[in-house]
Structures are given as structure tokens and as C-alpha cells.
């Protein structure tokens, strides 16, 4: 099954801002206002950081935004922290033949 | 606190069986879709699997689909994973992820149990 394409890495320095893109198609992240994303440190989980495209969940920081325009949804990170250096993914609501399709990662290396 | 733990990982021959486990607390799990997620050592998440609230609806990914079958027990407040003709690819740790009925993300992760299908 197809896996929505996000770039392997990106990096910047402590205080810029990153934009991660995930790019699906009009069948996931088009159709749907169903994305959301997850940050997964090494040897932990992923906890998820943004639902239904824009939405936070309760204690995710103020510097995490999401937006999405046609097949294409974006996760920004404004005033890069130390601790914002892990893996993130994206996930869209499908309507291929399984219910979900995830991203194929980023990893955000701060320098 | 909501808490998913899993257990059941174990190193299994290619062919095999394997019953995967997680027990939920912290939460009202009835009211929960449940769902596992998997990832192979060094790589990404995959979806795997989803189960309704009340067991009436499941689905699962291609490429686990005749094989895998999710169930439940809300009774025991437990999510199960049975895992036929396992293949060297089913490699992976296995998460139990759970979410509001009505929602279309994964709200809360377990740690993992590591299923690993080798000779």
C-alpha cells in the first residue's frame, strides 16, 4: 500500500522555523480533513501533536501548527528547540482499500 | 492515567502463529476505537489494524489482510491481535493505539511488543 511522501530529513538552527510537508493524494490527504502528526523520539513512542489538520491536542506547545493545502498538508515548527530534534509523521483517513496510510517520515535534526 | 500495555511478542518461525495482547486502563474503553500500528526496526509506522467500539467493524492494511485478526473484550478492558502464516517482513514492534470513537487519529500509544519472525 502507498505511503503518503514526506522528505527524509530537514534541520535548522535553535529559534528558526521548519515546515515538514506530506504529500498524499485525492483519495487521503485531499479528500480528508483527517491529517494529523506524530513526533517519536528515539526509543519511545510517537505521541501525536496534531489532529484534523490544524487542531492541537491539550499540552502540545504553541509552536507546532499544522495547515494543509490540496494534496499537500504541513507541519511548521516556529522557535526550533533542542528538544524538537526526533522523527515525525504524518498520517491521512484514506479511502484506498485500508482505512489509514501513514507518512514516510522526517527526521528534524536541530544544529 | 491512561495507560495500553502489550505483551505477547515473542521470536516465531516463519509460518507461525502468534496472539498479540493489550491490556488498557486510565480510560472508558468502550467508548474507544482501537487500533495496532506497527514499526520494523529502523523504519516507519505502518497501520495495521482497527476494531469499533463495539467490534462490529475492522479493517486492516493489504498487507496483512486473511492473515491478522483484530478482536476485543471490553469486558476485560483488552485488545487482541491474532497473527497467522507469519512472514520474516511481519518483523516489527507491534503498538496498541486507541482513540475516541469519532476521531481520525491515533490518541494513545502502549510501548510496543516486538514480534520477530525469523528462522
Known amino acids: 500500500q502507498s505511503r503518503l511522501t514526506q522528505p527524509a530529513s530537514v534541520s535548522g538552527s535553535p529559534g528558526q522555523s521548519i515546515t515538514i510537508s506530506c504529500t498524499g493524494t485525492?483519495?487521503?490527504?485531499?479528500?480528508?480533513?483527517?491529517v494529523s502528526w506524530y513526533q517519536q523520539h528515539p526509543g519511545k513512542a510517537p505521541k501525536l501533536i496534531i489532529y484534523?489538520?490544524?487542531e492541537r491536542p491539550s499540552g502540545i506547545s504553541y509552536r507546532v501548527s499544522g495547515s494543509k493545502s490540496g494534496n499537500t498538508a504541513s507541519l511548521t515548527i516556529s522557535g526550533l528547540q533542542a528538544e524538537d530534534e526526533a522523527d515525525y509523521y504524518c498520517?491521512?483517513?484514506?479511502?484506498?482499500?485500508?482505512?489509514?496510510?501513514f507518512g514516510t517520515g522526517t527526521r528534524v535534526t536541530v544544529l | 492515567e491512561v495507560q495500553l500495555v502489550e505483551s505477547g511478542g515473542v521470536v516465531v518461525q516463519p509460518g507461525g502463529s502468534l496472539r498479540l495482547s493489550c491490556a488498557a486502563s486510565?480510560?472508558?474503553?468502550?467508548?474507544?476505537?482501537m487500533y495496532w500500528v506497527r514499526q520494523a526496526p529502523g523504519k516507519g509506522l505502518e497501520w495495521v489494524s482497527l476494531?469499533?467500539?463495539?467490534?462490529?467493524?475492522?479493517d486492516y492494511a493489504d498487507s496483512v489482510k486473511h492473515r491478522f485478526t483484530i478482536s476485543r473484550d471490553n469486558s476485560k478492558n483488552s485488545l487482541y491481535l491474532q497473527m497467522d502464516t507469519l512472514r520474516t517482513e511481519d518483523t516489527a514492534l507491534y503498538y496498541c493505539?486507541?482513540?475516541?470513537?469519532?476521531?481520525?487519529?491515533?490518541?494513545?500509544w502502549g510501548q510496543g511488543t516486538l514480534v520477530t519472525v525469523s528462522s
Open positions: 493505539v486507541g482513540s475516541g470513537s469519532d476521531y481520525y487519529y491515533f490518541e494513545y
Open positions: 486510565g480510560f472508558t474503553f468502550d467508548d474507544y476505537t
Open positions: 476494531i469499533s467500539w463495539d467490534g462490529d467493524k475492522t
Open positions: 485525492d483519495i487521503d490527504v485531499g479528500r480528508y480533513n483527517y
Open positions: 484534523d489538520v490544524i
Open positions: 498520517s491521512s483517513y484514506t479511502s484506498s482499500t485500508t482505512s489509514y496510510v
